[in-house]
T-cell receptor, first 115, second 113 residues
Framework: AQSVAQPEDQVNVAEGNPLTVKCTYS??????LFWYVQYPNRGLQFLLK??????LVKGSYGFEAEFNKSQTSFHLKKPSALVSDSALYFC?????????????FGTGTRLKVLA | DAGVIQSPRHEVTEMGQEVTLRCKPI?????LFWYRQTMMRGLELLIY????????DSGMPEDRFSAKMPNASFSTLKIQPSEPRDSAVYFC???????????FGPGTRLLVL
């Protein structure tokens, strides 16, 4: 079955330290991969996406993600975390089924950046 | 640009009542998605439309749920009759046909008592 997984419910990191939020996927064909962020009482906001090209994708707010085909991963990273990065992060993948496509979101990882 | 607009932002109703959630996508976007977010199940796609036509409604929980998109600038998600287990945050999102990025509305927080 096509799916996306975020193995960590929560990630804690000290301000100024690098952060990684993990995502793995299982899709048929070439994956379209996304990261979204959700702040409290808000809708999801797009951070970055990978469709093709360079495996390292740079997005909003200093975030980046690396597409690793052999490990079927698309981990979100930032070199230096800010307290304001604390939020809920979702990985998503576009899957194709019976000629149509839809987006499947992971369960989310809560990032807590400690001052 | 006003972004995706959803109304109401909060809704409290009693079991058995009809609930209608509304969404206005970003102008020019031709795909619209309805999602439901709960603590237990995370973010689930309910239905999506391309050019006002429903493409995939396999995520709609049951017949009590229905969605319409009468024109490119308006969509509704209706629950009739509502049940306590329908309590969730319902998000609408839109995108253009040649972009993969979805733009989410602020959500409607529904509480069914």
């Amino acid at each position: 079955a096509q799916s996306v997984a975020q193995p960590e419910d929560q990630v804690n990191v000290a301000e100024g330290n690098p952060l990684t939020v993990k995502c793995t996927y299982s899709v048929s064909g070439n994956p379209y991969l996304f990261w979204y962020v959700q702040y409290p009482n808000r809708g999801l906001q797009f951070l970055l996406k990978y469709i093709t090209g360079d495996n390292l994708v740079k997005g909003s707010y200093g975030f980046e993600a690396e597409f690793n085909k052999s490990q079927t991963s698309f981990h979100l990273k930032k070199p230096s975390a800010l307290v304001s990065d604390s939020a809920l992060y979702f990985c998503a993948v576009r899957v194709t089924t019976s000629g149509t496509y839809k987006y499947i979101f992971g369960t989310g990882t809560r990032l807590k950046v400690l001052a | 640009d006003a972004g995706v607009i959803q109304s109401p932002r909060h809704e409290v109703t009693e079991m058995g009542q009809e609930v209608t959630l509304r969404c206005k996508p970003i102008s020019g976007h031709n795909s619209l998605f309805w999602y439901r977010q709960t603590m237990m199940r995370g973010l689930e796609l309910l239905i999506y439309f391309n050019n006002n036509v429903p493409i995939d409604d396999s995520g709609m929980p049951e017949d009590r749920f229905s969605a319409k998109m009468p024109n490119a600038s308006f969509s509704t998600l209706k629950i009739q009759p509502s049940e306590p287990r329908d309590s969730a945050v319902y998000f609408c999102a839109s995108r253009t046909g040649n972009q993969e990025t979805q733009y989410f509305g602020p959500g409607t927080r529904l509480l069914v008592l």
